[in-house]
């Protein structure tokens, strides 16, 4: 599906991509991975036949520069930084559907699944008519993976896609991900393997301009799971209350006892958030919705079964 | 062809929405209100009446001010865009560059000739209103040379947009390529003769191949068909072109040099790194 053949890049005297040769096929999800100045996002520029480069880069055997139109109408893009367009919102979700000859509708029904306030009856609180710079970063996002997703991608290239987005908005994303899993290739890029981990089968590492890691991962998360998650606690911490809030979870009475559902591609990311009150935490559990295995995570963060 | 129409109106839209725009239309605007303001409709100098003297004024003040606004705005804009991340999500979409590259030129030419032609409008409206006497064939030309200058430092400001990557260097070259058509204008060729050291066919050429100073020729060559004020030079001009050759030379050669200079920026652009 995607072929890299000893792609290398150069900009003035340094290497940037230095040979890389990757092959990733249909449904795959990999997980592009290195630190600041790996090469990431210039392996995936080069996907996008925005750069120049030696070596060859395909997608089902035709090239994204020489055949732009063609190619790129097979690819759905999230960049890590929205750019600065002033245009509105409907102007910039009419403009992208048009070029991708898709409905606009698809694209504002995704935008709506991931908690967007895209039109209001009194007229006021829709973005559609605000300049989309002036939207939040998390509201960028979502528009940006609504306009990706909204129309029939073959190749999905995200880059760090749910940096911005609240856990109700990941829980989201990650269904739309689980709807098209079989159907299309991806390739997400972040400087963290954690941020990833529980969306993709495949790991690529990047590091000087070179693969050095290529390894396939345990693909037993699944997208679209949910986890539900009860947390007991020693004494009522607000900063710990406020968290749990934003991730949608309700308290007892008292304030001790908190329950709620975390996506399963999020797993990783909640124990992160927990682990910081990890004092105050007195009994934790997760437990996968649909019948599948409970887990247990103990007061130290690591799951046990 | 939609490709292009919907990148055109995309810049279009951006343009509208940003300062230097709304900066832009006050200052032509501006010069036109305050032409007005200032009575030059009802002064008397020189056998200029009614509103031939405004547009003559109008005209000179552009073209002091259009090839300096639009060659900074368009490589500031284009340089910038390219610098925020514009280019790298918008060229990800399924556009052609020839469509991005000429759709862009197409919508910014919309909207840095739209204000500068409206101002003129707007005047010659306002004369017919207060029945002043309007010369329609002034105005039909100036309308024409304004398209040209404006074609002219657009394509030149787009090529500089495609050979440099940050906006400084961009702003630097814009400014750099402003200055050195400045700078060789006739005043200063008049200098060069009197000191000897270029020969006078030489200097005259130069003064030709500036668009700056075809432009302010052809202004002249309308109020005075003798081009008296250009001394000598006038010989060699009205020689070689005749008055209406030179005035259809002096739209269709800035046009060429708008067109070449775009012409050579896509090339570049496509042959180039994209963001």
């Avoid at chain 2, 010989?235 to 200079?261: C, E, Q």
């Amino acid at each position: 599906m995607i072929r890299f053949d000893k792609v290398a890049k150069t900009f003035r005297r340094a290497r940037v991509l230095d040979g890389i040769d990757l092959e990733v096929g249909l449904g795959e999800r990999v997980a592009l991975i290195g630190s600041n100045g790996a090469g990431k996002t210039t392996l995936i520029r080069c996907l996008l036949g925005e750069y120049t480069h030696e070596g060859s880069v395909t997608i089902d055997g035709r090239s994204p520069r020489q055949e732009r139109t063609a190619v790129l109408g097979n690819i759905g893009f999230v960049p890590q930084l929205p750019p600065p367009l002033r245009m509105p919102v409907g102007q910039l979700i009419n403009f992208a559907a048009s070029l991708c000859g898709s409905n606009p509708q698809r694209i504002l029904d995704i935008a709506r699944r991931l908690g967007l306030a895209l039109d209001d009856a009194s007229g006021a609180g829709g973005i559609m008519s605000r300049q989309f710079v002036r939207l939040s970063g998390g509201m960028k996002q979502k528009l940006l993976i609504a306009i990706a997703l909204g129309r029939d991608a073959k190749v999905l290239v995200l880059d760090e896609p749910a940096a911005n987005l609240d856990p109700e908005a990941r829980k989201i994303f990650f269904e739309l991900l689980a709807e098209r899993a079989e159907a299309v290739t991806m390739l997400i890029s972040s400087h963290r393997l954690n941020e990833v981990s529980a969306l993709v089968n495949r790991v690529v590492e990047l590091d000087m301009g070179k693969v050095v890691l290529d390894d396939r991962v345990a693909d037993d998360v699944s997208l679209s799971g949910k986890l539900a998650c009860r947390i007991s606690v020693k004494r009522v911490e607000p900063a710990l209350a406020k968290a749990l809030g934003s991730w949608n979870f309700t308290g007892s009475g008292d304030g001790l006892e908190w329950r709620g559902e975390v996506a399963g591609p999020d797993r990783l990311r909640f124990i992160g958030m927990t682990s910081r009150y990890i004092a105050l935490i007195s009994d934790i559990s997760l437990k996968e919705m649909d019948g599948g295995v409970g887990e247990k995570v103990g007061a130290s963060g690591t799951a046990v079964q | 062809m939609k490709q292009l129409w919907l990148t055109a109106k995309l810049d279009i839209v951006e343009s509208l929405r940003a300062r230097w725009f709304q900066i832009y239309t006050l200052v032509f605007g501006g010069i036109v209100a305050l032409l007005f303001l200032f009575g030059l409709t009802e002064s008397r100098v020189l056998g200029f009446i009614g509103l031939s003297r405004l547009l003559v004024t109008y005209i000179q003040l552009t073209m002091a001010i259009l090839p300096i606004f639009v060659l900074i705005t368009t490589v500031r804009s284009v340089a910038g865009d390219r610098e925020a991340g514009v280019f790298e999500y918008l060229l990800s979409l399924p556009v052609s560059l020839a469509a991005w590259f000429w759709g862009k030129i197409v919508g910014r030419y919309v909207v840095i000739f739209t204000p500068v032609f409206l101002a003129m409008l707007g005047a010659v409206l306002w004369a017919l209103v207060v029945g002043i006497d309007v010369p329609w064939g002034m105005f039909g030309y100036y309308t024409a040379l304004l398209a040209a200058m404006a074609a002219c430092f657009l394509g030149i400001g787009m090529l500089i947009s495609a050979v440099a990557r940050g906006t400084d260097v961009a702003q630097g070259a814009a400014f750099l390529v402003w200055l050195t058509l400045l700078l060789f204008l006739d005043l200063i060729l008049l200098g060069v003769m009197i000191q000897g050291k270029v020969a006078p066919e030489v200097a005259v050429l130069i003064a030709l191949a500036n668009p700056l100073q075809v432009f302010r020729t052809a202004a002249l060559a309308l109020f005075d068909p003798q081009l008296i004020v250009l001394g000598p030079s006038a010989y060699v001009i009205l020689d070689l072109f005749g008055l209406p050759g030179y005035k259809v030379f002096a739209l269709f050669y800035p046009t060429a040099i708008g067109l070449g200079a775009a012409s050579l920026g896509y090339f570049l652009f496509r042959k180039g790194d994209l963001p």
